[in-house]
């Protein structure tokens, strides 16, 4: 138990996604300008991670590696999250349209997102057990909702301020992003 929950915040605060790896950056400043389209896209991105790290870690067990042709796990993991991301879609088209709409083009970006894929690359380079998987992916996921969320927050505070012309727009949203980097940087000492 001990393993797992280290497993969560090592995902999700010590080696973020988006802050510590710089995976997943495209939707991240994409999506983070309201805080409603940043926590669903947040929502989705932990259930997609969390699925596809599932999903990933049983094909390369008990497909891939018994098969021995593991040098089509970047294939077959791209095929995965794409099935999970298309569903994804359908549900919230269907069940929140709103949040559909709010997502745009990022919903569809999740399938390129290099953060799911990574984490399930990670995953088996680790060599990690099923549910290690499954907490890995769940904790990188909760991970990229904090990153996404907090950035959000800032964002909705410098829309406020009266900043300089140069200042205005992407530049200091990337100044925020690399002070937010910094400051999870902090975390590093939390492993043990």
Do not use: H, W
């Not at 298309?86 to 919230?92: A, D, G, N, P, S």
């Not at 953060?115 to 399930?120: E, F, Q, S």
């Not at 904090?146 to 505070?157: H, P, Y």
């Amino acid at each position: 138990m001990k393993n797992l929950i280290l497993i969560i915040i090592t995902c999700a605060l010590i080696n973020n996604v988006v802050l510590n790896q710089f995976l997943g950056i495209c939707s991240f400043l994409g999506v983070s300008k309201q805080m409603k389209a940043s926590a669903s896209l947040g929502g989705a991105v932990i259930f997609v991670i969390t699925i596809a790290s599932a999903v990933a870690s049983l094909l390369y067990k008990y497909i891939l590696e018994p098969f021995e042709i593991t040098y089509m796990k970047t294939i077959v993991f791209i095929l995965v999250i794409a099935a999970l991301v298309q569903i994804v879609e359908m549900f919230l088209k269907k069940k929140s349209p709103s949040v559909y709409k709010a997502l745009g083009i990022y919903l569809p970006l999740i399938t390129t997102n290099c953060a799911v894929l990574g984490v399930a690359l990670t995953n088996v380079q680790n060599e990690y057990t099923f549910m290690e998987s499954v907490i890995a992916g769940f904790g990188t996921g909760v991970g990229y909702t904090i990153a996404i969320v907090l950035l959000a927050g800032i964002r909705s505070r410098i829309n406020e301020e009266d900043l300089p012309a140069p200042l205005r727009g992407a530049p200091i949203v990337m100044i925020s992003a690399a002070l937010m980097s910094i400051a999870f940087m902090g975390f590093s000492g939390l492993a043990l």
